[in-house]
């Protein structure tokens, strides 16, 4: 099965204090480190725990942290 980044669907985020984990529709997991978001390795557990998918997955919302992130981006290593 190929996915094309572009059409790369998130279902599900953890946090630990070192990753983001993005669980993806197709059943993939893709982690990267914290230290690419600044707002988010500042956080608390509990600011990192509120988030939402936006845009029918492709991408993650945290409201108390104004912060975004693509899960295009992350596929491709930003």
Do not use: C, Y
């Not at 990753?19 to 982690?31: A, C, F, N, P, Q």
């Not at 993650?60 to 992350?74: F, G, K, M, R, T």
């Amino acid at each position: 099965m190929s996915t094309s980044v572009d059409d790369a669907v998130a279902v599900g985020v953890v946090t630990d204090e070192r990753e983001l984990h993005v669980r993806m529709k197709d059943g993939r997991t893709i982690s990267v480190p914290l230290d690419w978001f600044p707002r988010l390795v500042d956080a608390s557990p509990n600011e990192r725990a509120d988030w939402r998918l936006i845009g029918a997955g492709e991408g993650i919302h945290w409201p108390q942290l104004d912060e975004d992130v693509s899960i295009a981006a992350l596929l491709r290593g930003r």
